[in-house]
């Protein structure tokens, strides 16, 4: 994963100041040009570690999804999470937007028009096997949800769905396949 800080960590008795880190209007800072976070040292237990450095970074996300209103409220829901967020209408846009904006996760919807999103999943795992990609699907079909997993996809998220468990579930993609040596 090669998610980027959105802005410095600045020790406070030995926390990072998330609020800060995040660039949230209500820490007081103005996020312009990210500095990098080399040589910070966070410590803790692994798993406390590895959750504060998934968070304490700027993930890209391409969300992948044809209805505007959905594609608005989810867009809006993940920049509120910290993520920088990536949209594609269909499934040839999206895959233009991974070679050009190389996300570091994806969220797809199942029906998209033109380019479904089974084929976009395809490609992805042949072309693109590290990014994790989480599945929309609107249809009420178990089987065919499932068979994204045998596919590659990380998960699915059943529409409509509760933006705490998409974002539990985003995390935990995230946190599958984030590598603090990168």
């Given at each position: 994963m090669d998610c980027q800080p959105?802005?410095?960590?600045?020790?406070?008795?030995?926390?990072?100041?998330?609020?800060?880190?995040?660039?949230?209007?209500?820490?007081?800072?103005?996020?312009?040009?990210?500095?990098?976070?080399?040589?910070?040292?966070?410590?803790?237990?692994?798993?406390?570690?590895?959750?504060?450095?998934?968070?304490?970074t700027l993930c890209r996300i391409l969300l992948v999804e044809d209805e505007r209103e959905i594609r608005d409220l989810l867009t809006e829901h993940l920049e509120r999470e910290g993520y920088a967020v990536i949209q594609a209408v269909d499934g040839e846009r999206a895959l233009h937007s991974i070679t050009d904006e190389r996300p570091d996760l994806i969220l797809l919807d199942i029906m998209l028009p033109g380019l479904n999103g089974l084929e976009v999943l395809r490609r992805v795992r042949r072309d693109h096997p590290k990014i994790p990609v989480i599945m929309l699907t609107g249809i009420n079909d178990e089987v065919l949800a499932r068979s994204t997993l045998k596919m590659g996809a990380v998960d699915y998220v059943q529409k409509p769905f509760d933006p705490r468990h998409l974002s539990r579930v985003v995390l935990a993609a995230i946190g599958k396949t984030f590598d603090p040596r990168r």
């Open positions: 959105r802005a410095p960590a600045k020790a406070q008795g030995g926390e990072l100041v998330l609020g800060r880190l995040l660039g949230r209007a209500d820490a007081g800072v103005a996020v312009a040009d990210p500095p990098s976070l080399s040589g910070v040292q966070i410590s803790g237990s692994p798993e406390g570690c590895r959750t504060l450095l998934t968070v304490a």
